[in-house]
């Protein structure tokens, strides 16, 4: 499975944004994908998955309110719709897919494929 992260720029604060992640090859395999985020000397952190077989979605709780996940199954895309953005929500936004079901779906390790990141620049 390969992912392609697109759509990040430079926004000012309030603004919105979507990402997007492309999946391609078997895709078919993929059970659920996820969108993570990653400061400048900060830990990659989680931001959000969506599952998609019952389109089951879990935000964290620092997004929650102003980030929406959503999944397009013709294109096999998945979106990161990005609302009332701030300064903090600065950082690399990856996207990552697993292929099987997690107890724990917030951690980077249980991801299985990663796109290559793309920069949010929320300015003041």
């Known amino acids: 499975v390969q992912l392609q992260a697109f759509g990040g720029g430079l926004v000012e604060a309030g603004g919105s944004l979507r990402l997007s992640c492309a999946a391609s090859?078997?895709?078919?395999?993929?059970?659920?994908t996820a969108w993570f985020r990653q400061a400048p000397g900060k830990e990659r952190e989680f931001v959000a998955v969506?599952?998609?077989?019952?389109?089951?979605?879990f935000i964290a709780d620092s997004v929650k309110g102003r980030f929406t996940i959503s999944r397009d199954n013709a294109k096999n895309t998945v979106y990161l719709q990005m609302n009332s953005l701030n300064p903090e929500d600065t950082a690399v936004y990856y996207c990552?897919?697993?292929?099987?079901?997690?107890?724990?779906?917030?951690?980077?390790?249980?991801?299985?494929?990663w796109g290559q990141g793309t920069q949010v620049t929320v300015s003041s």
């Open positions: 990552a897919a697993r292929t099987v079901r997690r107890v724990v779906v917030t951690i980077p390790d249980a991801y299985d494929y």
């Open positions: 090859g078997r895709t078919s395999s993929v059970y659920a």
């Open positions: 969506l599952t998609w077989s019952g389109d089951s979605t």
